[in-house]
């Protein structure tokens, strides 16, 4: 097992060694795997991040680089400061 960022949100995750229990969802215990794509290119999505690709047509990387990051869900400054 090894923790990689993922290419989707950039939050870690633990993935197998390998990719060769690509779509074995019943043993490992692994939070997201390699998606290989059309076009040969692979990218590493943890399973939040899978869930969000369309599943309409084949996966491109312009659907990779649109999955929103982890981090944008941080507070957007608020406080609790109570404006008069
Ligand atoms: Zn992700």
Known sequence: MTREPCDGCGRSV?????????????????????????????????????????DDHDVTAEDVAALPSHEDRTSSGDDGGDEA
């Open 14 to 54: 633990q993935i197998a060694g390998g990719i060769a229990n690509l779509w074995s969802f019943g043993g490992d215990r692994t939070e997201g795997l390699t998606l290989e794509l059309a076009d040969g290119s692979e990218f590493l999505l943890c399973y939040d991040c899978i869930e969000r690709l369309p």
